[in-house]
């Protein structure tokens, strides 16, 4: 496991909405707080560029980190919740959850895919990847708590897919929504699709034939038809002749 991201913090002394956008808009700084476990929760101001540049590595949102409140010994924690504003990107608030080193914690691990270019439905049949998902929920303890899963997408043909069943998982690491007891919860994670240019093929066989059955369908209503109509007739010409010879 690579080396612990270490968030430097202070303890937030003016607390609502209008003092939360001075820090953010006059300071530079980004609200947060800090909760979980059997101490009180401590609201937070931290720096928005040291916050950024550790959230450039991946293992940011997935892995323990070590936040330290002013000159208070540092503290084991996960990211819980971050917003961003919607026009700049800008970290607008973040959540930090204690961790315990004897209790489990949930945790959205990233998925890492391996051999894309490799894959025999790409590289052979000239077909895509589609990806279904991009992390997974996982629960285990602290200390066992992988950067990343990988998938491996070498041996996969075009119509085949990767489900959660299929992943590799470090030992006590569980896939959160295998253990569920409700069904269909095994979801497809990546697939090979066949290109394009075939499904369009496909698409426009069924419509030709959809095209012929429409038709044939089309020739029998009209055969019926008129044989209906050579019936009335008939029998008009009947009724005309029984008139006459009265």
């Known amino acids: 496991?690579?080396?612990?991201?270490?968030?430097?913090?202070?303890?937030?002394?003016?607390?609502?909405?209008?003092?939360?956008?001075?820090?953010?808009?006059?300071?530079?700084?980004?609200?947060?707080?800090?909760?979980?476990?059997?101490?009180?929760?401590?609201?937070?101001?931290?720096?928005?560029k040291d916050l950024f540049k550790a959230m450039q590595d991946e293992s940011f949102f997935s892995q323990v980190l070590e936040i330290s409140v002013g000159n208070?010994?540092?503290?084991?924690?996960?990211?819980?919740?971050?917003?961003?504003?919607p026009a700049s990107e800008k970290v607008t608030h973040v959540d930090f959850?204690?961790?315990?080193?004897?209790?489990?914690?949930?945790?959205?691990?990233?998925l890492r895919f391996l051999n894309e270019e490799e894959c025999r439905g790409?590289?052979?049949?000239?077909?895509?990847?589609?990806?279904?998902?991009?992390?997974?929920?996982?629960?285990?303890?602290?200390?066992?708590?992988?950067?990343?899963i990988e998938v491996d997408m070498a041996e996969l043909e075009?119509?085949?897919?990767?489900?959660?069943?299929?992943l590799t998982v470090p030992k006590d690491v569980v896939i959160v929504a295998l253990a569920s007891v409700e069904e269909d919860r095994d979801v497809q994670v990546a697939s090979v699709i066949a290109p394009r240019l075939e499904i369009e093929e496909d698409e426009l066989?069924?419509?030709?034939?959809?095209?012929?059955?429409?038709?044939?369908?089309?020739?029998?209503?009209?055969?019926?038809?008129?044989?209906?109509?050579?019936s009335g007739v008939d029998g008009d010409d009947s009724a005309t002749d029984e008139s006459d010879s009265d």
Do not use: W
């Not at 503290?75 to 917003?83: G, N």
């Open 1 to 48: 496991m690579a080396d612990s991201i270490v968030i430097n913090a202070e303890r937030r002394e003016q607390m609502g909405k209008a003092a939360s956008r001075r820090l953010r808009k006059k300071d530079d700084k980004v609200p947060g707080i800090l909760y979980g476990g059997s101490d009180d929760p401590i609201p937070l101001v931290m720096d928005h």
């Open 72 to 85: 208070k010994k540092s503290q084991q924690v996960v990211v819980r919740d971050l917003q961003r504003n």
């Open 97 to 110: 959850l204690r961790v315990q080193a004897d209790r489990e914690i949930n945790v959205a691990i990233p």
């Open 122 to 148: 790409v590289k052979v049949d000239g077909g895509s990847i589609s990806h279904n998902l991009t992390e997974v929920e996982i629960t285990c303890l602290p200390a066992n708590l992988p950067e990343f």
């Open 158 to 166: 075009i119509g085949d897919s990767v489900r959660l069943s299929d």
């Open 205 to 230: 066989d069924g419509d030709e034939e959809g095209d012929d059955e429409a038709l044939s369908a089309s020739d029998e209503e009209g055969s019926t038809t008129s044989d209906s109509a050579e």
